[in-house]
């Protein structure tokens, strides 16, 4: 399953929501019998990379968007989560 574009409002934020919904997308995936989930962010994004690694993700991969972003330096992390078998 992968996770994608997951945002709460400014307004919103420092209150839980992005460890709940998260916790609700791994809850999902792992009742329908998925094996992993897998995400993307980019290396400006540390506050979502430490949500990821704190919920059990792990950075698996990294790349370049683009040439241009290869010329600036510019990493998509890639993370992905194993999931047990359904109980």
């Known amino acids: ?6 945002s ?3 307004d919103h934020r420092g209150r839980g929501i992005s460890k709940a919904l998260c916790g ?3 809850r999902f995936a792992q ?3 998925y094996g992993a989930v897998v995400l993307y962010t980019s290396m400006v994004q540390v506050v979502a990379q ?4 704190s919920q059990g993700f792990r950075k698996v991969g990294s790349a ?9 330096c510019v990493q998509i992390f890639y993370y992905r989560r194993e ?3 359904r109980p």
């Open 1 to 6: 399953l992968e996770l994608k574009r997951m």
């Open 8 to 10: 709460v409002s400014r």
């Open 24 to 26: 609700e997308v791994l």
């Open 31 to 33: 009742a329908r019998g």
């Open 50 to 53: 430490r949500l990821y690694e």
């Open 64 to 72: 370049s968007p683009s040439l241009l972003g290869s010329f600036f």
């Open 83 to 85: 999931l047990s078998a």
